[in-house]
């Protein structure tokens, strides 16, 4: 299925293939834009199905604007919690198996989510750097 709106979609099977694909630097930017989800969205109040898909963009450039200004609303909106914040239940922000669950544990998820998915984006970026280099490991 192709997750997105405009010209650039991510692709995505529900459910998961039995060995996923190897994907490009392109689609875990989308996926960590995904994660991180729309700057001017509260995003600890209320429900996302309301959402409206993102329209992603067609150069790295964009993509890492994005990115950036998706982080920056993260943070602000991690830092907004408060201890008490971190302790109520996520209720109808996620899947239902989730709604106990403290909303630390949504944020933990999505840490979790932006460095293992940047870490790929890296080790990806470091091997074109390196493709077709003679005589180096």
């Known amino acids: ?15 998961p293939h039995d060995r996923a694909p190897v994907t490009t630097i392109a689609w875990r930017l ?10 001017t969205a509260p995003h600890f109040d209320g429900s996302l199905a309301g959402h409206r898909a993102v329209a992603y963009p067609g150069t ?8 950036d200004d998706g ?5 602000r909106d991690v830092r907004h919690l408060g201890a008490a914040g ?3 239940p996520q209720g109808a922000i996620s899947p239902p198996e989730y709604a106990d669950a403290p909303m630390a544990k949504l944020i933990l998820h999505v840490h979790r ?3 293992h998915h940047g870490a790929e984006v890296s080790l990806l970026r470091d091997l074109y750097l390196w493709k077709g280099s003679r005589g180096h490991l």
Do not use: C, K, N
Request: avoid cysteine; charged fraction near 15%.
């Open 71 to 75: 982080h920056d609303a993260w943070i």
């Open 86 to 88: 971190l302790a109520q």
């Open 113 to 115: 989510e932006v460095i």
């Open 1 to 15: 299925m192709s997750i997105g709106a405009g010209e650039f979609t991510l692709d995505y099977a529900s459910p």
């Open 30 to 39: 989308a996926h960590l834009i995904d994660v991180f989800g729309p700057p």
């Open 60 to 67: 790295a450039e964009a993509a890492l604007r994005q990115l």
